[in-house]
């Protein structure tokens, strides 16, 4: 139902010399142009197709244990980046999956599989993961990827290569992270990806949680997804690099965490 607002405003941006480009919370450059009540109202729609279409666990100690871990993960995140805008509530669901995933929606929604919790061995690590797919919302990761894929749509368009019919749900869905398959977790890029890794190291710091843990978090992870293709041909990095990019980050991070008191969950 999005369809027919977002590639006349995409084009409308286009004609505007795209409005120039802003920055994410790390200060890189970013061209985001979907606006932010949009990106919300596309979140709600995704994360009611998945509740109603994916089973919810009913399991009440696993509840707790994910939505103590998330909360404390936003306050960490609000701390850690107090100039951006946040949601007044965030919904946060425990889906019944088996895969080590978990995602986060634009306009404060987040999804953990069941299947994370057997890989993430402590709230410590659960929270790593939060961390990071909050990262993600926060960097307007999804925005940016939706205003890329529409920039390729509208000049299709344009040129006549391509009909506004041929643009759809999926392509939403992919540019915030979920599959064509509900509940499939895609990747972001590689910079994204980086990009989240690196802000969630911060929020689950300030958030109370060893830092530390979010490296032991992706050895649990290597161990338990078996062989990865090479990474010059995936958009997420490999494990090693990924573990090594954290370790690099956890100084700054472990300074964080003294300031704060260890979080109970």
């Given amino acids: 139902m999005h ?11 286009l004609l505007a010399s795209l409005a120039g480009c802003g920055e994410t919370p790390t200060g890189r450059s970013q061209l985001a142009l979907v606006p932010n009540a949009l990106m919300a109202d596309m979140g709600e729609d995704a994360f009611n197709q998945l509740r109603n279409s994916q089973p919810i666990n009913r399991d009440t100690q696993a509840n707790q244990l994910v939505q103590c871990v998330a909360e404390k993960v936003v ?6 980046y107090p100039g951006l805008a946040f949601p007044e509530r965030w919904e946060v669901v425990v889906f019944e999956d088996a895969s080590p995933n978990a995602f986060a929606l634009p306009g404060g929604r987040i999804g953990v599989h069941s299947g994370l ?3 993430a061995e ?5 929270a790593a993961v939060i961390g990071h797919e909050v990262g993600h919302v926060l960097a307007d990761h999804g925005n940016e990827r939706l205003t890329q894929q529409l920039g390729i749509k509208a000049m299709l368009l344009v040129v006549g290569l391509l009909g506004e019919e ?5 392509q939403l869905m992919q540019a915030l992270g979920i599959g ?9 890029s590689r910079t994204h990806e980086e990009e989240a890794d690196l802000m969630g190291l911060e929020i689950m710091a300030r958030a109370g949680f060893d830092p530390q843990q979010s490296v032991t978090l992706w050895r649990n992870m ?3 997804g078996g062989g990865q293709p090479p990474e010059f041909l995936s958009t997420h990095p490999a494990h090693e690099s990924r573990i ?22």
């Fill in 3 to 13: 369809r027919r607002f977002l590639l006349p405003l995409f084009l409308l941006g």
């Fill in 75 to 80: 306050a960490g995140a609000k701390a850690s």
């Fill in 117 to 119: 919790l057997r890989v």
């Fill in 122 to 126: 402590t709230p410590a690590q659960l």
């Fill in 166 to 170: 041929e643009f759809g749900n999926q």
């Fill in 180 to 188: 064509a398959q509900l509940g499939i977790s895609l990747p972001f």
């Fill in 222 to 224: 290597a161990a338990s």
């Fill in 244 to 265: 090594r990019a954290l370790q690099q980050g956890l100084e700054k991070a472990t300074a964080s965490y003294r300031t704060v008191t260890p979080a109970e969950c």
